[in-house]
């Protein structure tokens, strides 16, 4: 099984840039589809981008659609999410999890992942 772990949250002013990553272990990340998902207190958590195994294939949630891209690089063995634009709303928990399946624009955190990390937070100040 593979494990994942994030890194790269912290505060930033709205309008500023930030960029997560997702290192794994264990199974090689280039045999999984990888997602992020985010949580801000109080909420359900909800999906944010997804990017395919061989990265030929991406979907994004409207909310970040044209701020947010995720990409990967195999060979290093992580997942990134560079987020431009950022607004208060985005402020979440951030989580990320490998899958064998891909779901299209369609991502639910109720899906079965192989691996979920636990998270780094990111804030948002107006």
């Known amino acids: 099984q593979v494990q994942v772990v994030e890194s790269g949250g912290g505060l930033v002013q709205a309008g500023g840039s930030l960029r997560l990553s997702c290192a794994a272990s264990?199974?090689?990340?280039?045999?999984?589809?990888m997602a992020w998902f985010r949580q801000a207190p109080g909420k359900e958590r909800e999906f944010v981008a997804a990017?395919?195994?061989?990265?030929?294939?991406?979907a994004y949630a409207d909310s970040v659609k044209g701020r947010f891209t995720i990409s990967r690089d195999n060979a290093k063995n992580t997942v990134y999410l560079q987020m431009n634009s950022l607004k208060p709303e985005d402020t979440a928990d951030y989580y990320c999890?490998?899958?064998?399946?891909?779901?299209?624009?369609?991502?639910?955190?109720?899906?079965?992942?192989?691996?979920w990390g636990q998270g780094t937070q990111v804030t948002v100040s107006s």
């Open positions: 999890a490998a899958t064998r399946r891909w779901y299209g624009s369609s991502w639910s955190p109720q899906a079965d992942f192989a691996s």
């Open positions: 990017i395919s195994w061989s990265g030929g294939q991406t």
């Open positions: 264990g199974r090689t990340l280039s045999s999984y589809n």
